[in-house]
C-alpha cells in the first residue's frame, strides 16, 4: 500500500532533506515538489545530491493537484494565508514552518510580533514531535513542524520534566549551538563563508522565538535560549542549566533518562567514562534522526546540565516530519529514518 | 535468504563503515567483528553512531568463527601473512587492504618496498572496482578492496580509455585533495587538529602507492600522482591532467562519459553551465555510494582536465567492497548503498 | 636599553607564540629557547612560521643561562617542582603554566588533586591579568600566567563585579567555547583531525580547573564552568549567565563596560546594532591581544548575559605574559602586542 | 618623515587590510578611506578587527583629496575609467585592481573579454611584484597590483624560469587551490557557509583570468591555471607540473631555488625531511607578507612539482602593495609587513 504526497516548498533545505527521505520511503510516492522561485529547474539543481535519484522538475505552488498528504516547508508566515487552500487539497497536512506550532494565538503574537493570520486554525493542529504526542499524532490530520532549537531544548528537558524533577522556581538557562543550515537556504552577508567560517558568534541572548514552543510544550515559565553560531553546517547541542529538587540524585536522573530512551526509538542516553564520544554531539548524527541526551549533576548545588544533540534538519525539521507521517499512516515510526549516521564525519 | 559475514578489523575507519553497512543489508547477518586493540569493547564505543544500533562487542581476531563471508579491514601487510587461515574460515573473502590489490609481485615490490608474503595468492584475486570488473567479480572467490585515490584516478580516467580518446604517448597528472579520514583512525602529531585545521597541504608529489593501481588498471605508464590534504574530512577529489588524440571534441567526451555513466548505477556526470555544483565534488558525496564524473576540454590544446570525486570511506573503500559482495552473491547491486548523500552539509 | 630573555618549555603552543612575540620586541633579546623533547632542533621545525625569523636551535633546559627575565612555559606541575632553580638564574621570572596562580595552597590541592610542592612561593607571584592587578605587576619579580577559559570569565565579569553590579547570592554559570589549541600540542585521539573536525562537544560540564581561578579573582563562590569544544584552532568564548541587582538597568552596564574598556588599552566593548559583527567573537581576535566585551540584559528578570571573546594563546597565555612584561620593566604596555587581528579569517 | 595616503575602495577584504598595514606603518599617515556602499560608517563596524585601532569614517569617494600616494582598491574595471582624475590627486599611485597588470591592451581584452578604457595608460605602470619588477618599481609613479593566482604561479615558477631550467615546449599546468576569501566581499550563494564550508569545488579549469598574468610575466604560453576551492579563509597554493630541460638535477634546483629565497626577503624555501611542515603551505602564512617556496623533481622523467604558498590578502594583494610602497619611497622593503604568522592556526 503507498500513498502520495507532494511538498510545497521544496527548494529550502528542511524541503530538500524531505524530499530526499520520502523518495526512500516504501509506502510513499512523491506526487509533486513546488518551489516558487526554481519552477521549471530539475530538482537535483538545487539539491545536487538528488541527481539521477529524482528526475522531477519543480512546478508552480499553484499547480498542485489533490494527494493523500501534503507537506509544507514553506518560509514562516506563507502557511498560515494560505491554509484553507491547503486543506482543500489534501485530508493530511504536515506543516514545517513556525505557523502552526503554538496553540495560543496570543502567545503567537508575542513572539512573532503580530498576530496570527488563521487563528482558528491553531487547535486543529498537533505540535509535531512524537515524543511528547506519539498519540495524539496518530490520529491528528493537521501536524505542525517543530523548531530545530525548541527540540533540543524540549528533549533535554523531557526526561527531568517528565519524572518531576525540575526545580520549576529556579531559572532555565538553555545554551544552544548551532550550524549554519540553522539559517536557511537564502545567504546573506553574515552567512558569507568568509565571515562566516571559524565563527563562534551569540547572536542572540535572549528572545529567540523558539522560546515560545519550550513554554508551551515544557510548561515552564523561567526559560531563556542564548543562541551561539559555530562553524559546521548541521547540528544543534542545546546544553541546558536548570536546578533539580533537593535530594535528587545522579541515580535518579540516570533512571529518568533512561525510561524516556526506552519509550522513544530515537532517543539515546549518552554518558560514558572514556573513549572520545563522552557526552551527546552532532557530529556523529549528520543525517540521523537520532536526538542524544545526557547529563551531570553537581549534587551539592543540585545545579543539572542536561544536554541534547540532534541534527537541525533532521531531528529538527525534516526527520520528525517523517516520523509523524509513520505515526499517523500507522506505519513502523521508524521507517525511512534508518540512517545510522556517519562515523567519522 | 541470508548470509553470515564476519569482519576482521573493524575498529578502523573502513571497517566501521563497513560494519554499518553490513548492519542494514537485508540479505546479511554480521556474526562477529573483529579487533584487536578494541576486543572486549562494545562496537559503539568506537563508532558511536552504532549506539543502539549494533550491540555487539569486538572479539579477538583469533576466535573469528566460519562464515559465508569474510571481510578483511586490517592495515595493510597483515592479510598476506595470514591469507591461508582465513581461507579456511569463509569460501568468500573480500579484502580491502592494499595485499592483493595488484596482480604482479614485481609492482608490489616495486611499490611497497618489499616482497610480497603470497604471491602465489595475488592471481586468485579479483580487483574489487566493479565499473572495471563487474563480470570477473561475479563469479570471484575472492575480491580486493581498492585505493581510494586510485578509485578516483581511475574513474576519472575510465571514460577516456575505455573509449580510446586518449593520447598515451603524453603524461598523466593527476592532482588529487584529500581529507583526513584518509589517513585511518590512529592519529599522529600531522593529524592533530590544530595542525590538521585549515591545510592545503601537498604531502606527496610523486611515489603515492596508490599510483600502482592506476597503472595495471588504465594500463598507462607515464601516470603520476600528486596528493593534497585539505580541510574537510571525507572526500577525494582527482583532477586528471591528459591529452586526448587529435581531433577530439567535447563532443566525443560527452558520449564517452554517459556510456559510462548508464552502464553503472553509481556513475554520474555532473557538468552544469549554472547553479553552485556545476562540477564533481565530494562535499555532497559524504555516505554515498556515487562516483562523479566530470570533464573540460581545451579544443586548440587537446588538454582534457578530467575530474572524479568520491567519498574516500565510501567508493573508495566499504561502499565498492559491498557493491562486490552483492555482485558476488547475485543480488541487485545497489543493495544497502542507496543512500544518496546529504544537502547541505 | 635592551634586556635579555629565555623560555624554558619552548615548543608548545604558548611558548611558541612567547616566542614570536618576544623576537620582535624592540626592547628585549631572546638568549635562549629550552626544550627537553626538540632540542637540537631549529625551533622553525617545531614552529613553521619562525623560519627565516629565527635561526636558533631548542636548548636542553639544564643549559639555561643566567638572564634579566626568565619565562617559563611548562607543562603543569612542573615548574613548582624547580623554582629555587629557576629564581637563582633570573630576578625576575613569568611562568605561564598554572602552577602559581592561586594564592592558596588549599584551593590548588582542591582543582589539581593533589599537594603543592611550593607552597611558600605562592605569595611571591602576583596572577598575570594586568587588567585586575596592573600595579601589583608592575612592582613584582614574579608573575604567573592566566588560564585561557578563567581569563575570559574573569573579564566578561569584570565590569559587573568593578561596579558592584552583581547579585552575588545567585549562580554564576559561564559556558565557555574553546578550540583545539587549548588542548596543547599533543595530540590524542580526541584531537585526531577525523574525530575532533565538526564538533560541539561538551567535555566537561563542571570541576574545569580553571574556575579556581575565577573564584579567586573574582571571589565568587557559586561560579561554574561548562567548557563546550568547537571546531577551531583559536579563540575562546566566554558566555557568562548571572544576575544583577534589581533595579540595575542597561545603561548602568553601558557605564561599567565602557568604564573597563577606558582604563585597559586592550579592553574593547562590542555591542552593535547592525552588522555582522554585533558581540564579541574570537574570529577577529586571532593573533591579538584585545578581549572584546558584550553584554545583554533581561531587565524583566535581572538575567545578565555577559560575554568575553579572546585569542587564547594571546590574551589567554603569551600575550597576557608579555603585557606583565612590559608592565614589569616600565615599558609602553601595548609594545611588541600591536597587532590589530585580521578581517577575514 | 611621513607622507599622507588614501584609499579608494577600502571596504573590500583587500581594502581592509591595505587599511590595516597602512595604520601601522611608521611613514605613513592614513588620511581619506572612501567606499560609496558603506560611506558614513566608521571603519570598523566593516573591518571588526580595527575598532579602537581606526576612528575614522569612510568617505565618498568624490571627497578624496590631494595625498602623497594613492591607492585604489577598487572592483576591477573601475579604475580604468576614472584614471586621469585619480592621477590628479596624487603623484604616486597603486592600483591593487586587475586594470592596469597587463601591459598589452591585446592581451587585456582577449583575457577580459572587454576593451581597455585607458589602453594609452598601460604602459606607465609597472607589474607591481618586487620579485619580478624591483628595481622599476623603485622608481615608478604608477604601480599595479598583482593577482593573486598569478602570484603564486608565477613565484613557483620563477627561480626555474630565472636559472633557465625549463623545458619550454612542454605544457606548464598549475593546480591552484584557494579560500573563500579571493571572491571578495560581496556574498553569492555558492559562497553561503552551508554551501561553501566542506568543499573541494573546481570551478574552473582552464581560462582564469590571472593566466594573463603568468604568460606576460614568466613569457610562457603553454599555461593553464586549474582553479579549485577548499575550506578555507585565506591561502592559495600553487601547485606547478612542468617539464625541466633534460640532465637538470636536484641539486640544481636547490641552487636556483636558494638563489631567489636569497635575493628576495619574503621568499623562503621549504623542503624538510621530517617534521609536520615540510612543504609551503598557506596555513601558516596568514597575516604574513611570506611566499614559501619548495619542489619536488622526478628525475627519471624530468617533471618538476614546484609549490607556492602565500596569503592571497597579504602578498597576493595588499602585503605586495605595501611593499611596493616601500620600494617606492626608498624604505626599508619589510616595513611594516614583519609579521611573522601564527603557528598554529
Known amino acids: 500500500m503507498s500513498i502520495s504526497v507532494s511538498i510545497i516548498g521544496g527548494s529550502g533545505y528542511a524541503g530538500g532533506e524531505l524530499l ?4 526512500a520511503h516504501p509506502h510513499v510516492m512523491v506526487k509533486q515538489v513546488a518551489s516558487r522561485s526554481h519552477m521549471g529547474e530539475y530538482v537535483y ?15 508552480d505552488p499553484a499547480q498542485i493537484e489533490s494527494v493523500d ?6 518560509p514562516h508566515g506563507q502557511a498560515q494565508t494560505k491554509i484553507h487552500e491547503y486543506a482543500a487539497l489534501a485530508g493530511k497536512i504536515i506543516d514545517l514552518s513556525a505557523d502552526f506550532r503554538l496553540r495560543d494565538g496570543s502567545l503567537y503574537e508575542q513572539w512573532y510580533g503580530e498576530a496570527h493570520a488563521a487563528p482558528e486554525w491553531l487547535d486543529k ?3 509535531g514531535l512524537p515524543e511528547l504526542h506519539r498519540d495524539e499524532i496518530a490520529i491528528a490530520d493537521y501536524v505542525s513542524g517543530v523548531g530545530c532549537n525548541a527540540t533540543a531544548s524540549n528533549l533535554a528537558l523531557l526526561p527531568l520534566v517528565k519524572a518531576d524533577l525540575l526545580d520549576c522556581t529556579a531559572d532555565v538557562t538553555i545554551e544552544i549551538k548551532v550550524g549554519s543550515s540553522e539559517a536557511g537556504a537564502e545567504g546573506n552577508l553574515g552567512s558569507h563563508h568568509a565571515e562566516r567560517a571559524n565563527v563562534i558568534r551569540t547572536f542572540s541572548a ?19 535560549l542564548t543562541m551561539t553560531a559555530v562553524d559546521v553546517v548541521r547540528g544543534v547541542l542545546a546544553t541546558a542549566h536548570a536546578k533539580v529538587k533537593p535530594g535528587v540524585s545522579t541515580k535518579d536522573l540516570w533512571k529518568a533518562y533512561r525510561a524516556v530512551a526506552n519509550e522513544n526509538p530515537f532517543i539515546r542516553v549518552v554518558k560514558e567514562q572514556r573513549g572520545v564520544y563522552r557526552a ?3 557530529k556523529i548524527l549528520v543525517g540521523s534522526n537520532y536526538a542524544d541526551l545526557g547529563f551531570e549533576l553537581d549534587e551539592s548545588s ?29 506505519w513502523q ?7 545510522m549516521g556517519l562515523h567519522p564525519l
Request: with cysteine; glycine share 4%.
Open 20 to 23: 530526499r527521505l520520502l523518495l
Open 45 to 59: 539543481q538545487v539539491h545536487p545530491n538528488l541527481r539521477k535519484c529524482a528526475q522531477m522538475k519543480f512546478v
Open 69 to 74: 498528504v501534503l507537506f509544507l516547508a514553506l
Open 125 to 127: 493542529f498537533v505540535y
Open 206 to 224: 535572549f528572545g529567540h522565538r523558539h522560546t515560545a514552543e519550550v513554554i508551551q510544550e515544557m510548561r515552564l515559565k523561567n526559560v531563556s
Open 280 to 282: 551527546p554531539e552532532p
Open 302 to 330: 543540585s545545579h543539572v546540565v542536561s544536554i541534547c544533540a540532534i541534527d537541525n534538519l533532521m531531528k529538527g525539521a525534516a526527520g520528525s516530519a517523517v516520523q509523524c507521517l509513520n505515526l499517523m499512516m500507522g
Open 333 to 339: 515510526e521508524t521507517t525511512a529514518l534508518e540512517f
